[in-house]
């Protein structure tokens, strides 16, 4: 089972704009989780904003941010069945500081077809 964590994050108290202080923060979240950061690439928006990726061999991690509004959407996927989005979340989420967190979790069945749903 393949899990998805995604966070909308609010009244982040970080500068959400800081690419390096955000990536260093994901990156040790995601260590302390066993998983392997491959690559890293941001992009920074005008006038403020931006997205970060990190890529890991177990699949990725994203954040989208809107300093603006002191709001950030959190992608936490992780493909390794030992592996928790959850825990990785509350260690990044001590970096932003949110007010206040709404969470989706979303789990994926691997194989050829998907799985077969009960009738009512």
Same mark, same amino acid.
């Given at each position: 089972?393949?899990?998805?964590?995604?966070?909308?994050?609010?009244?982040?108290?970080?500068?959400?704009?800081?690419?390096?202080r955000?990536?260093?923060?994901?990156?040790?979240?995601? *260590?302390?989780?066993?998983?392997? +950061?491959?690559?890293?690439?941001?992009?920074?928006?005008? %006038?403020?904003?931006? &997205?970060?990726?990190l890529?890991?061999?177990?699949?990725?991690?994203?954040i989208?941010?809107?300093?603006?509004?002191k709001?950030?959407?959190?992608?936490?996927?992780?493909?390794?069945? *030992?592996?928790?989005?959850?825990? +990785?979340?509350r260690?990044?989420?001590?970096?932003?500081? %949110?007010?206040?967190? &709404?969470?989706?979790?979303?789990?994926h069945?691997i194989?050829?077809?998907?799985?077969?749903k009960?009738?009512?």
């Amino acid at each position: 089972m393949i899990k998805e964590l995604i966070i909308d994050a609010y009244g982040c108290e970080l500068d959400l704009s800081e690419p390096k202080r955000i990536e260093k923060a994901a990156r040790a979240a995601l *260590e302390a989780e066993g998983a392997t +950061v491959v690559v890293t690439s941001h992009y920074q928006f005008q %006038p403020h904003g931006l &997205t970060l990726c990190l890529i890991l061999k177990e699949s990725h991690f994203i954040i989208s941010t809107w300093p603006e509004h002191k709001m950030a959407i959190i992608n936490i996927f992780l493909c390794n069945d *030992e592996m928790d989005t959850r825990r +990785v979340w509350r260690a990044f989420s001590s970096c932003l500081r %949110p007010s206040q967190e &709404t969470f989706h979790e979303v789990q994926h069945q691997i194989g050829s077809s998907p799985p077969v749903k009960k009738s009512a």
